[in-house]
T-cell receptor, first 113, second 117 residues
Framework: ETGVTQTPRHLVMGMTNKKSLKCEQH?????MYWYKQSAKKPLELMFV???????ENNSVPSRFSPECPNSSHLFLHLHTLQPEDSALYLC????????????FGNGTRLTVT | AQSVTQLDSQVPVFEEAPVELRCNYS??????LFWYVQYPNQGLQLLLK??????LVKGINGFEAEFNKSQTSFHLRKPSVHISDTAEYFC???????????????FGTGTRLTVIP
């Protein structure tokens, strides 16, 4: 149990589908993040939420749409994805202090067909 | 600008042998340093961190790392590896006094450690 739970663990979707990834943290943290992990690339920070407010969108295509209804839950809504969007999507949370480490979920393995 | 370099993308090592995974960084200011481990089909897990004080940091599972400011390195070591140490290891850096949270955390590309029986 990592304290950060992601569902589903695996997702296969066609390019015309709409799906959502869910993340929940039970650690009392006030910041949550979405990362994309692709083979042979550094982790890519996609979205940052501090106290439910989005503070960062690192040039992510609009086919990815985040939602943070409260400080414990984070969603990533997906629509009209491309095959190159296939990757492991990781959710993380932390306290908003300079030396606070990130706590990661186990990720959702997304395959776009 | 910050950058983190993990020169070795793959490191095979025999069981019970020592291992060192290298991490170098560049930054114009002081930094916090982290090592994360990712086991197959899991997310990243904090292995150890250097914030201040002693440059030798001990983490979970028998790993340790040494901060060398003059060489801007933070190499990870274990004197005797086990099969269960097979995983991907990520070095990460954040600037002291910079933004808080993930905005200020830069990861290397990872080193895949494979322990051979």
């Amino acid at each position: 149990e990592t304290g950060v739970t992601q569902t589903p663990r695996h997702l296969v979707m066609g390019m015309t589908n709409k799906k959502s990834l869910k993340c929940e943290q039970h650690l009392g943290h006030n910041a949550m993040y979405w990362y994309k992990q692709s083979a042979k690339k550094p982790l890519e920070l996609m979205f940052v939420y501090n106290f439910k407010e989005q503070t960062e969108n690192n040039s992510v295509p609009s086919r990815f749409s985040p939602e943070c209804p409260n400080s414990s839950h984070l969603f990533l809504h997906l629509h009209t994805l491309q095959p190159e969007d296939s990757a492991l999507y990781l959710c993380a949370s932390s306290q908003l202090t300079g030396n606070s480490p990130l706590h990661f979920g186990n990720g959702t393995r997304l395959t776009v067909t | 600008a910050q950058s983190v370099t993990q020169l070795d993308s793959q490191v095979p090592v025999f069981e019970e042998a020592p291992v060192e995974l290298r991490c170098n960084y560049s930054s114009s200011v002081s930094v916090y340093l982290f090592w994360y481990v990712q086991y197959p089909n899991q997310g990243l897990q904090l292995l150890l961190k250097y914030l201040s004080g002693s440059t030798l940091v001990k983490g979970i599972n028998g790993f340790e790392a040494e901060f060398n400011k003059s060489q801007t390195s933070f190499h990870l070591r274990k004197p005797s590896v086990h099969i269960s140490d097979t995983a991907e290891y990520f070095c990460a850096v954040s600037e002291i006094g910079g933004q808080t949270g993930a905005n200020n955390l830069f990861f290397g590309t990872g080193t895949r450690l494979t322990v051979i029986p």
